[in-house]
C-alpha cells in the first residue's frame, strides 16, 4: 500500500507538472497584456514595466524561471491588486470558498444517498419518479440560475437570508444551497441506480431469508454496500461545486477564490489566472488521491487485494 | 411419522409483460421429520419457486394464487410478513445457489454467520460469534478462530459454500431448504458438501428439501424423490421406486441422460429432445406430450392424473390407466426393473 500512495503521489506531481506548463504556453499565446488598455502609458515606461515583470525575456527564460518558482511554492506576483504573490491572495481567500464548497458537498451528498436510496426502495413508485424529478432538476438546473432564484425570493423578496454578504453563517445558506443541487443530484442517480443492483443481488435475498425485517435488510446490508461505490464520485463532483463556485461567489459577492479568479480574467492577470488555474489543479489530484487511498479502506476487497492477504 | 411440512395444490403464476406465465400448476407433497425430499427436474421447471413459495421469497411480480403451505398445520401464506420473519432463518432456512454472490462482501463472515441468533434469540453479541465460530469448524472451516473477521472473497469456491451452509443451519432450524446448493462447485467439492449435508442431518436432526437436476447427487441423500417438470410433479416415490421402478416416460428420459460409467467412456449423453412448454400458454393435455415418443391421443387432450403405483409412489402418466396399451421402455430402463425385483420390488 505505502508503494502504492507514492507511486501515485508521483504522478501526481507529474500531472501538475504538465498541466502548469501547457498553462504557461496557452497564457503566452493569448493576445493582449494586462498593460494593453493603459494607453497613457509611453513606450518607455512599458519597457520598464515589463522589465519588472520579466516579459521583456524570452519565453523560454520566463518558463524556466516560472517553473523554478513553482517548486518553491511560488505563484508569481499579480500584475494587479497591488502586486501581491499569488499564494498570499489565495490564502486570503481560501477560507469562505472552502466552507461553502465543503457546505454543498456535504448537503447534497447527504441529501442525495437519502433520496438515492429511497428512490431504490420505493422503485417504480411515485416516490420513485418524484426523487428521479429532484435529482434531474438538481442536474439540469445551473448553480447560477439557481443562486439568482434563491436571491430574489429567499433574500430580496422575503429577507429570510441576505442577498449578498459575507459574515456569519447566515449569509452561506444561500450560496451553499445554490451549489448542493449538482452533487445532490449526482449522488441520488448514482446511489438510486447502485442499491437497485444491490437489492436485487443474492446476499440481499439470504439476508431476507435470516429473517431480517425490510428495514434491517437495508441498514444492516443494502446502505453499505451502495454507498461504497459513491465515494469514486466524490472527485467529479468537487470539480462542478469549484467551477459552480466561480460564478456563485460573484453573484453572493463572496470574497473566496472563485470571485477572484472571475476578477483576474477580466482584468488579463496571467500570474493570478495561472496562480488559481495550478492551484486549482493541484486541490483536484490531491482530492482524487485521497479519494482512491479512502476507496482502498472502507472496501475489503480491495483493501485486501493490494498488500493484504490472498 | 410425523408430518412438518403440507404443501397443498399449490398454484404460482407471474405477471410479465406478456401474459400471465403458470410457473407452479398445482404442487403438492409432504414432507416428515428427519427426511430428505430431493426435487429434481430440467431447468425452468419450477424447482426453486416452488421451495421459495415456503419461505415467500418471491420477486414481487410473483402471484400466489391458490393452495396452502402448512407447518405444523399452520398456513404459512396467511402469515403476516412479521410473522415470517420470526420462521425465516430460525425454523425454516434456505442454502441458495451461487456460494460466489450469496455472501455480503462488505462484512465480515463470522457477523454473517452469528446474525440469524442475534435476529432470533436473545443471546449476547459474544455468545452468538462463539457459537457461530463453533458452526464453522463444523462445517469444514479450517481455524474458524482466526478467520471470524475474514471477508468473503478470501475463501475458495467451496469454503464459502459452506460458509453459507453455516448460516442456513446455526439457529438449528427444523426445515433445510437447498436449492441447488452444489451446482457451481467442482465434483470433488460436491460430494463433500453433500457428505456434509448429511452428516450435519444426523446431527441436528433437520429435514431436507434437495433440489437439482442432477439424478446422480439424487441417490446419495435422498429419502423420496420428487420428478417436476412445467410446474407440476410428475411423480414422486421413494430412491428405490424412482430409480429402479420408473413409470413417467419423462423420469425415464432424466435416467437415460444420467451420466454413468459406460456414457463418460463414450461421451455421449442422451438428453431428452426437445424443450419444455411455453408456461404463458400451458398446453390443455399433458405438458410432455410434445416431447414424449410414447404419447397417446388422450395426452393432447387431458392432463393425467396422479396413478399409485405402489404405496407413497405416484407418477402422472397415462400409460398407467388400465386401459393403456403395454409400452415397451428404453433397454437401459429396463435393467433397472430387474435390479428393482432383486431388491426384493414388484414391477408393474
Ligand atoms: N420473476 C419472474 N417473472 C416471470 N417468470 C418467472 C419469474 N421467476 C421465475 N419465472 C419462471 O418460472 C419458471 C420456474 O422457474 P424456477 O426458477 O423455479 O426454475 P428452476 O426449476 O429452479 O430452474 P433452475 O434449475 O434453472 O434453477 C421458469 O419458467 C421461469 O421462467
Ligand atoms: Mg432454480
Request: no cysteine.
Given at each position: 500500500?505505502?508503494?502504492?500512495?507514492?507511486?501515485?503521489?508521483?504522478?501526481?506531481?507529474?500531472?501538475?507538472?504538465?498541466?502548469?506548463?501547457?498553462?504557461?504556453?496557452?497564457?503566452?499565446?493569448l493576445p493582449?497584456t494586462?498593460?494593453?488598455?493603459?494607453?497613457?502609458?509611453?513606450?518607455?515606461?512599458?519597457?520598464?514595466v515589463?522589465?519588472?515583470?520579466?516579459?521583456?525575456?524570452?519565453?523560454?527564460?520566463?518558463?524556466?524561471?516560472?517553473?523554478?518558482?513553482?517548486?518553491?511554492?511560488?505563484?508569481?506576483?499579480?500584475?494587479?491588486?497591488?502586486?501581491?504573490?499569488?499564494?498570499?491572495?489565495?490564502?486570503?481567500?481560501?477560507?469562505?470558498?472552502?466552507?461553502?464548497?465543503?457546505q454543498?458537498?456535504?448537503?447534497?451528498?447527504?441529501?442525495g444517498?437519502?433520496?438515492g436510496?429511497?428512490?431504490?426502495?420505493?422503485?417504480?413508485?411515485?416516490?420513485?419518479?418524484?426523487?428521479t424529478?429532484?435529482?434531474?432538476?438538481?442536474?439540469?438546473?445551473?448553480?447560477?440560475?439557481?443562486?439568482?432564484?434563491?436571491?430574489?425570493?429567499?433574500?430580496?423578496?422575503?429577507?429570510?437570508?441576505?442577498?449578498?454578504?459575507?459574515?456569519?453563517?447566515?449569509s452561506?445558506?444561500?450560496?451553499?444551497?445554490?451549489?448542493?443541487?449538482?452533487?445532490?443530484?449526482?449522488?441520488?442517480r448514482?446511489?438510486?441506480t447502485?442499491?437497485?443492483?444491490?437489492?436485487?443481488?443474492?446476499?440481499?435475498?439470504?439476508?431476507?431469508?435470516?429473517?431480517?425485517?425490510?428495514?434491517k435488510?437495508?441498514?444492516?446490508?443494502?446502505?453499505?454496500?451502495?454507498?461504497?461505490?459513491?465515494?469514486?464520485?466524490?472527485?467529479?463532483?468537487?470539480?462542478?461545486?469549484?467551477?459552480?463556485?466561480?460564478?456563485?461567489?460573484?453573484?453572493?459577492?463572496?470574497?473566496?477564490?472563485?470571485?477572484?479568479?472571475?476578477?483576474?480574467?477580466?482584468?488579463?492577470?496571467y500570474?493570478?489566472?495561472?496562480?488559481?488555474?495550478?492551484?486549482?489543479?493541484?486541490?483536484?489530484?490531491?482530492?482524487?488521491?485521497?479519494?482512491?487511498?479512502?476507496?482502498?479502506?472502507?472496501?475489503?476487497?480491495?483493501?485486501?487485494?493490494?498488500?493484504?492477504?490472498? | 411419522?410425523?408430518?412438518?411440512?403440507?404443501?397443498?395444490?399449490?398454484?404460482?403464476?407471474?405477471?410479465?409483460?406478456?401474459?400471465?406465465?403458470?410457473?407452479?400448476?398445482g404442487?403438492?407433497?409432504?414432507?416428515?421429520?428427519?427426511?430428505?425430499?430431493?426435487?429434481?427436474?430440467?431447468?425452468?421447471?419450477?424447482?426453486?419457486?416452488?421451495?421459495?413459495?415456503?419461505?415467500?421469497?418471491?420477486?414481487?411480480?410473483?402471484?400466489?394464487a391458490?393452495?396452502?403451505?402448512?407447518?405444523?398445520?399452520?398456513?404459512?401464506?396467511?402469515?403476516?410478513?412479521?410473522?415470517?420473519?420470526?420462521?425465516?432463518?430460525?425454523?425454516?432456512?434456505?442454502?441458495?445457489?451461487?456460494?460466489?454472490?450469496?455472501?455480503?462482501?462488505?462484512?465480515?463472515?463470522?457477523?454473517?454467520?452469528?446474525?440469524?441468533?442475534?435476529?432470533?434469540?436473545?443471546?449476547?453479541?459474544?455468545?452468538?460469534?462463539?457459537?457461530?465460530?463453533?458452526?464453522?469448524?463444523?462445517?469444514?472451516?479450517?481455524?474458524?478462530?482466526?478467520?471470524?473477521?475474514?471477508?468473503?472473497?478470501?475463501?475458495?469456491?467451496?469454503?464459502?459454500?459452506?460458509?453459507?451452509?453455516?448460516?442456513?443451519?446455526?439457529?438449528?432450524?427444523?426445515?433445510?431448504?437447498?436449492?441447488?446448493?452444489?451446482?457451481?462447485?467442482?465434483?470433488?467439492?460436491?460430494?463433500?458438501?453433500?457428505d456434509?449435508?448429511?452428516?450435519?442431518?444426523?446431527?441436528?436432526?433437520?429435514?431436507?428439501i434437495?433440489?437439482?437436476?442432477?439424478l446422480?447427487?439424487?441417490?446419495?441423500?435422498?429419502?423420496?424423490?420428487?420428478?417436476?417438470?412445467a410446474?407440476?410433479?410428475?411423480?414422486?416415490?421413494?430412491?428405490?421406486?424412482?430409480?429402479?421402478?420408473?413409470?413417467?416416460?419423462?423420469?425415464w428420459?432424466?435416467?437415460?441422460?444420467?451420466?454413468?460409467?459406460?456414457?463418460?467412456?463414450?461421451?455421449?449423453?442422451?438428453?431428452?429432445?426437445?424443450?419444455?412448454?411455453?408456461l404463458?400458454?400451458?398446453?390443455?393435455?399433458d405438458?410432455?406430450?410434445?416431447?414424449?415418443?410414447?404419447?397417446?391421443?388422450?395426452?393432447?387432450?387431458?392432463?393425467?392424473?396422479?396413478?399409485?403405483?405402489?404405496?407413497?409412489?405416484?407418477?402422472?402418466?397415462?400409460?398407467?390407466?388400465?386401459?393403456?396399451?403395454?409400452?415397451?421402455?428404453?433397454?437401459?430402463?429396463?435393467?433397472?426393473?430387474?435390479?428393482?425385483?432383486?431388491?426384493?420390488?414388484?414391477?408393474?
Amino acid at each position: 500500500m505505502a508503494k502504492y500512495i507514492l507511486k501515485r503521489i508521483f504522478y501526481l506531481f507529474l500531472t501538475l507538472f504538465i498541466i502548469a506548463t501547457l498553462t504557461f504556453f496557452l497564457m503566452k499565446l493569448l493576445p493582449g497584456t494586462p498593460f494593453s488598455n493603459q494607453n497613457r502609458m509611453s513606450p518607455d515606461q512599458l519597457k520598464i514595466v515589463k522589465a519588472q515583470y520579466g516579459l521583456d525575456q524570452s519565453v523560454f527564460v520566463q518558463y524556466v524561471r516560472y517553473m523554478g518558482g513553482l517548486l518553491q511554492g511560488n505563484l508569481g506576483t499579480s500584475f494587479q491588486f497591488n502586486n501581491e504573490p499569488v499564494t498570499t491572495l489565495i490564502g486570503q481567500r481560501l477560507a469562505p470558498s472552502m466552507q461553502i464548497g465543503a457546505q454543498a458537498m456535504i448537503l447534497g451528498t447527504v441529501l442525495g444517498i437519502l433520496l438515492g436510496a429511497v428512490a431504490a426502495i420505493r422503485k417504480n413508485t411515485w416516490v420513485d419518479t418524484l426523487a428521479t424529478f429532484i435529482s434531474i432538476l438538481g442536474l439540469s438546473i445551473p448553480s447560477f440560475v439557481l443562486a439568482v432564484l434563491l436571491q430574489f425570493y429567499l433574500a430580496y423578496k422575503w429577507h429570510i437570508y441576505p442577498v449578498a454578504l459575507w459574515d456569519n453563517f447566515q449569509s452561506s445558506v444561500l450560496p451553499t444551497l445554490a451549489l448542493a443541487a449538482l452533487p445532490l443530484g449526482n449522488v441520488a442517480r448514482f446511489m438510486r441506480t447502485e442499491m437497485v443492483d444491490v437489492m436485487s443481488s443474492d446476499y440481499i435475498e439470504l439476508a431476507k431469508s435470516k429473517g431480517n425485517s425490510a428495514w434491517k435488510v437495508v441498514t444492516k446490508h443494502a446502505l453499505r454496500n451502495s454507498l461504497i461505490p459513491i465515494v469514486t464520485i466524490i472527485g467529479p463532483m468537487a470539480v462542478s461545486v469549484m467551477t459552480g463556485s466561480m460564478v456563485v461567489e460573484n453573484i453572493f459577492s463572496i470574497p473566496g477564490i472563485g470571485e477572484q479568479f472571475v476578477k483576474s480574467i477580466t482584468t488579463n492577470d496571467y500570474p493570478t489566472i495561472m496562480g488559481l488555474t495550478i492551484f486549482y489543479s493541484f486541490l483536484l489530484v490531491v482530492i482524487i488521491l485521497i479519494v482512491d487511498i479512502l476507496y482502498g479502506f472502507i472496501d475489503p476487497r480491495i483493501r485486501l487485494g493490494n498488500g493484504g492477504k490472498e | 411419522m410425523d408430518k412438518i411440512l403440507e404443501v397443498k395444490d399449490l398454484h404460482v403464476n407471474f405477471a410479465t409483460y406478456n401474459g400471465t406465465v403458470q410457473a407452479i400448476r398445482g404442487v403438492s407433497f409432504d414432507l416428515n421429520a428427519g427426511e430428505t425430499l430431493a426435487i429434481v427436474g430440467e431447468s425452468g421447471s419450477g424447482k426453486s419457486i416452488t421451495v421459495r413459495s415456503i419461505l415467500q421469497l418471491l420477486a414481487k411480480n410473483a402471484d400466489i394464487a391458490k393452495g396452502s403451505i402448512l407447518y405444523h398445520g399452520d398456513d404459512l401464506l396467511q402469515k403476516s410478513e412479521k410473522e415470517m420473519d420470526d420462521i425465516r432463518g430460525n425454523k425454516i432456512s434456505m442454502i441458495f445457489q451461487d456460494p460466489m454472490t450469496s455472501l455480503d462482501p462488505t462484512m465480515p463472515i463470522g457477523k454473517q454467520v452469528a446474525e440469524p441468533l442475534l435476529i432470533h434469540n436473545n443471546v449476547s453479541k459474544k455468545d452468538a460469534m462463539a457459537r457461530a465460530e463453533e458452526v464453522l469448524r463444523l462445517v469444514g472451516i479450517p481455524n474458524p478462530e482466526a478467520r471470524m473477521k475474514d471477508y468473503p472473497h478470501q475463501f475458495s469456491g467451496g469454503q464459502r459454500q459452506r460458509i453459507v451452509i453455516a448460516i442456513a443451519i446455526v439457529d438449528y432450524p427444523e426445515i433445510l431448504i437447498a436449492d441447488e446448493p452444489t451446482t457451481a462447485l467442482d465434483v470433488t467439492v460436491q460430494a463433500q458438501i453433500i457428505d456434509l449435508l448429511r452428516e450435519l442431518q444426523q446431527k441436528i436432526g433437520t429435514s431436507i428439501i434437495f433440489i437439482t437436476h442432477d439424478l446422480g447427487v439424487v441417490a446419495g441423500i435422498a429419502d423420496r424423490v420428487a420428478v417436476m417438470y412445467a410446474g407440476k410433479f410428475v411423480e414422486y416415490g421413494s430412491v428405490n421406486d424412482i430409480f429402479y421402478n420408473p413409470q413417467h416416460p419423462y423420469t425415464w428420459g432424466l435416467l437415460d441422460s444420467m451420466p454413468t460409467l459406460e456414457t463418460s467412456e463414450n461421451n455421449r449423453l442422451n438428453s431428452i429432445p426437445g424443450t419444455p412448454p411455453n408456461l404463458l400458454n400451458p398446453p390443455k393435455g399433458d405438458a410432455f406430450a410434445p416431447r414424449n415418443k410414447y404419447a397417446m391421443e388422450i395426452d393432447e387432450e387431458e392432463q393425467p392424473p396422479y396413478f399409485k403405483v405402489s404405496k407413497n409412489h405416484y407418477a402422472a402418466t397415462w400409460l398407467l390407466h388400465p386401459n393403456a396399451p403395454k409400452v415397451d421402455p428404453p433397454a437401459s430402463i429396463k435393467k433397472r426393473f430387474e435390479k428393482f425385483k432383486e431388491l426384493g420390488g414388484s414391477v408393474k
